[in-house]
């Protein structure tokens, strides 16, 4: 029993870790499938993400299913989503709104960090397996309260392949 006392201690630290700390910046890693809330440099906290439909390579135009990849801002949160919250990527910058320029293609948009599905949450255990935005960073909605209560607008997200 003092065993289990101990794991459930160690198990709540670890979770509350991310909001004790001041997250300055995230890294996602898309071929890891992880994202990291940083602070100072340092890993404070890890999840598993899920991505766009079509995950390997930059977002190169709306309806690519693709997640971009490169250096963001995290530019506002949304609470009203249609999704369990919601915190928008500053995609497209304008590196990306000049090579869909170039392209003739519309760059897309309203690239966030999310939370399940609303009315779909139960069914996380499995949306959170597979590949399933148009996109966007998909999590848990109890890691996306986590998220929430740890990350301020104005923050740097970077994006790796």
């Given amino acids: 029993m003092k065993y289990l006392s101990?794991?459930?201690?160690?198990?709540?630290?670890?979770?509350?870790?991310?909001?004790?700390?001041v997250i300055d910046s995230i890294l996602v890693n898309k071929t890891e499938k992880k994202m990291y809330l940083l602070s100072?440099?340092?890993?404070?906290?890890?999840?598993?993400?899920?991505?766009?439909g079509n995950p390997i390579g930059h977002k190169q135009q709306?309806?690519?299913?693709?997640?971009?990849?490169?250096?963001?801002i995290l530019d506002y949160k949304n609470a009203d989503s249609s999704f369990y919250k919601s915190i928008h990527i500053s995609y497209p910058n304008e590196d990306d709104i000049f090579n869909a320029k170039i392209k003739g293609v519309n760059p897309g948009g309203l690239i966030m960090i999310?939370?399940?599905k609303n009315g779909l949450d139960k069914l996380s255990w499995l949306y959170q397996r597979v590949?399933?935005?148009?996109?966007?960073?998909?999590?848990?909605?109890?890691e996306m309260d986590e998220i929430w209560a740890a990350?301020?607008?104005g923050i740097p997200i970077e994006i790796l392949p």
Wanted: with cysteine.
């Fill in 131 to 142: 590949n399933w935005t148009k996109g966007c960073i998909a999590v848990t909605n109890i």
């Fill in 6 to 21: 101990l794991l459930i201690i160690l198990l709540i630290s670890n979770n509350s870790m991310a909001i004790n700390n």
């Fill in 114 to 116: 999310h939370g399940q």
């Fill in 62 to 72: 709306q309806g690519d299913e693709k997640t971009p990849e490169g250096k963001y």
């Fill in 151 to 153: 990350v301020e607008v």
């Fill in 40 to 52: 100072d440099g340092q890993k404070v906290r890890e999840f598993d993400v899920v991505f766009g």
